[in-house]
């Protein structure tokens, strides 16, 4: 089968040779095809053309705050101001803390302005992590790789249009089916890169630390009535207990009159 897909790629290139090897005879004629199908087959050796890097920016912010709300909204402001859109919002209670979660995305260029926007008035960060992926060489490669399977998908379908057997267009449009599969893999590992270059992603966690280390929110009136229903609960299980073995309890009440009037009875006779 591969034997008769390189005979149908020669026939596809024979006919722009045909000049040439009609006048050099049939041996000539052979040659000049088969030079000029390794020379159309042959993936482009010029360099590649200049292109802008691409670059993948990420930063992560963590600070403590005095007020939640206050640079939530400061936040929103600077997102707002510089084009950017809020992923997730994410709020969190522990145990001696209230902590806000915020993920964004904006357009790179805005990225440093928006990162010194929203730090102004911030004393000192728990972190401050910002990255630069370079992904350019990897953009070109996929690109490169992507645009010769596409030329080998075209060769393959002009084959296909001449093919005759129904078992050759069944072995080529298999081929096919297998190029464009790695044609549409390699165009959405190009969106995606493009994506992550075009906007950049900022993550955000600032936090408030509480007065006392009872849980956030929690005022003496709460505490009481939680201790009020703990001990109804307490009090309503004794009850279910004593449901659940009152047989028990019958007999030992049995026995010990019973105990009682044989003791008064030996008293009386003493």
């Not at 042959?42 to 963590?62: G, S």
């Not at 790179?108 to 728990?126: L, Q, V």
Request: charge should be neutral; aromatic fraction near 10%.
């Amino acid at each position: 089968m591969k034997k008769l897909i390189t005979a149908l790629l020669i026939a596809v290139m024979i006919p722009a040779c045909k000049k040439e090897a009609e006048s050099e005879g049939n041996d000539s004629a052979y040659e000049a095809s088969a030079e000029t199908f390794k020379d159309k087959m042959a993936l482009p050796t010029e360099a590649a053309p200049a292109r802008d890097q691409k670059i993948i920016k990420t930063a992560f912010l963590r600070f403590e705050t005095g007020s939640l709300d206050s640079t939530a909204a400061i936040i929103n402001s600077a997102i707002t101001r510089y084009n950017g859109l809020m992923q997730n919002d994410l709020q969190n209670k522990e145990y001696n803390s209230l902590t806000r979660s915020i993920t964004v995305r904006l357009p790179s260029a805005n990225f440093e302005k928006f990162i010194a926007d929203i730090s102004k008035g911030i004393p000192y960060f728990d972190k401050r992590s910002i990255t630069a992926d370079d992904v350019t060489e990897e953009y070109i490669d996929v690109e490169a790789r992507m645009k010769a399977k596409k030329v080998l998908e075209e060769r393959y379908f002009d084959m296909l249009r001449r093919a005759n057997k129904v078992e050759d267009m069944l072995q080529i449009e298999k081929e096919i089916s297998a190029i464009r599969e790695e044609i549409e893999a390699a165009e959405g590992r190009l969106r995606y890169l493009a994506s992550r270059v075009n906007m950049s992603t900022v993550n955000i966690d600032f936090y408030k630390i509480t007065e006392d280390n009872e849980p956030p929110g929690e005022s003496y009136t709460g505490k009481a009535w939680n201790s009020l229903a703990s001990g109804f609960g307490w009090l309503s299980s004794f009850f279910l207990i004593v449901l659940n073995i009152w047989p028990i309890i019958v007999i030992f009440v049995v026995v010990y009159i019973m105990y009682r009037r044989k003791t008064r009875k030996r008293k009386d006779h003493g």
